[in-house]
């Protein structure tokens, strides 16, 4: 984890029912311990920490559905904490501040934790906030993920073992 870099993409959509239907949708296999086995379409309101994902489109700012896989399979991104802005009242600014202390803390804390090998193999990662949209903000929506990996290289192992 040698070059962390921050990016912020949106979660959600425009539109308040699309927002939590689209968003909500949770098409992968688990197992017991809430892992994926089977890959499948992943909203952004679903998401667990350890899933590890594929956007639907990289090149996108605003994420409502990701194809969730098993961290065995190539995949780009590790959801590695999920939480909550705090602020009542909707201001991009400070709802894009917020997630990205809580994020630096989180990608600063698992850091100190990898292996060298782990290490290694994330070198070349960044980590991305999802984080409410104006509009999903207004339907309630608070929820904070936030991600280590990559839009160009691909990941076969999950971070967090």
């Known amino acids: 984890m040698a070059s962390i870099i921050r990016r912020t993409i949106a979660g959600g959509v425009v539109g308040g029912a699309a927002i939590w239907g689209v968003a909500?949708?949770?098409?992968?296999?688990?197992?017991?311990?809430?892992?994926?086995?089977?890959?499948?379409?992943?909203?952004?309101?679903?998401?667990?920490?350890?899933?590890?994902?594929?956007?639907?489109?990289?090149?996108?700012?605003?994420?409502?559905?990701?194809?969730?896989?098993?961290?065995?399979?190539?995949?780009?991104?590790?959801?590695?904490?999920?939480?909550?802005?705090?602020?009542?009242?909707?201001?991009?600014?400070?709802?894009?501040?917020?997630?990205?202390?809580?994020?630096?803390?989180?990608?600063?804390?698992?850091?100190?934790?990898?292996?060298?090998?782990k290490s290694l193999v994330y070198e070349n990662a960044t980590s991305i906030d999802l984080q409410p949209t104006k509009e999903s903000f207004e339907q309630g929506d608070r929820a904070l993920d936030c991600l280590v990996g990559s839009q160009t290289e691909l990941y076969t192992t999950s971070l967090l073992d």
């Open 24 to 117: 909500g949708i949770d098409d992968t296999s688990r197992n017991e311990s809430g892992e994926i086995v089977e890959s499948g379409d992943l909203g952004v309101f679903v998401t667990q920490v350890g899933d590890c994902l594929n956007a639907e489109d990289p090149n996108s700012t605003e994420w409502s559905v990701t194809n969730g896989v098993p961290c065995s399979e190539p995949h780009h991104w590790q959801v590695i904490f999920k939480g909550t802005v705090t602020t009542n009242e909707y201001d991009e600014a400070i709802v894009a501040n917020e997630a990205s202390l809580v994020c630096k803390y989180a990608v600063e804390g698992l850091a100190a934790q990898l292996s060298d090998e």
